[in-house]
């Protein structure tokens, strides 16, 4: 049974920093696109980013030159690096895995202005 673990969210002040993880267990992350996505009260689920088996990352505009999506297969994890952080990334994010379409339980990041 594949299983998505997050971890890392918090509070924190607007302009500070976050890192996210995400173990995956149950399936070797090697062979499958991974990603982060996230869902604001009152808004669907956006995605934020993405990095593939080959390690090619793409981003949202939102999160570009803020945020950095990378992996360690190694340690069958992903993690998401945010930095500038604002109130508007204010949500529960989420890790996907893509080859099964799971999804892990989320992890809340509040940002306070």
């Known amino acids: 049974q594949v299983q998505l673990m997050e971890s890392g969210g918090g509070l924190v002040q607007s302009g500070g920093s976050l890192r996210l993880s995400c173990v995956v267990s149950?399936?070797?992350?090697?062979?499958?696109?991974l990603g982060w996505y996230r869902q604001a009260p009152g808004k669907q689920r956006e995605f934020v980013a993405r990095?593939?088996?080959?390690?090619?990352?793409n981003y949202a505009d939102s999160g570009k030159g803020r945020f950095t999506i990378s992996r360690d297969n190694a340690k069958n994890t992903v993690y998401l690096q945010m930095n500038s952080l604002k109130s508007e990334d204010t949500a529960v994010y989420y890790c996907?895995?893509?080859?099964?379409?799971?999804w892990g339980q989320g992890t809340q990041v509040t940002v306070s202005s």
């Open positions: 996907y895995h893509a080859l099964g379409g799971y």
């Open positions: 149950g399936s070797r992350i090697s062979i499958t696109t």
């Open positions: 990095i593939t088996s080959a390690g090619n990352t």
